[in-house]
């Protein structure tokens, strides 16, 4: 099992920065994707960012030179910081981690999730 915790979220600005934390404790695979959701008042939860444990990076096009992924494999935390915040950008963001492979502990876990609001 793996748990997920996130913090960071916080009342910003427009045009300004957060960095959000995702701590997982448990068992986390060597093989994984370590992705950040964020979902909207009324809208769908969408893919924000992803990062694999080979260190490769994908980003939704609507956050793409903003935010940057990155993880700490000692600590197993993985992070999301967020620049030039837009009002647009509000919303509920969700850490997710999933093992891959077969075995005990295989699947995707997600976390309580963390508010991000952005004032215009």
């Known amino acids: 099992q793996v748990q997920l915790v996130e913090s960071g979220g916080g009342l910003v600005q427009a045009g300004g920065s957060l960095r959000l934390s995702c701590a997982a404790s448990g068992s986390i695979f060597s093989a994984n994707v370590m992705r950040w959701h964020r979902q909207a008042p009324g809208k769908q939860r969408e893919l924000v960012a992803t990062?694999?444990?080979?260190?490769?990076?994908n980003y939704a096009d609507s956050v793409k030179g903003r935010f940057t992924i990155s993880r700490d494999d000692a600590k197993n935390t993985v992070y999301l910081q967020m620049n030039s915040l837009k009002p647009e950008d509000t919303g509920v963001y969700y850490c997710?981690?999933?093992?891959?492979?077969?075995?005990?502990?295989?699947?995707?876990?997600w976390g309580q999730g963390t508010q991000v609001t952005v004032s215009s």
């Open positions: 990062i694999t444990s080979g260190d490769n990076t």
């Open positions: 997710q981690v999933i093992n891959l492979g077969l075995g005990v502990g295989q699947g995707d876990y």
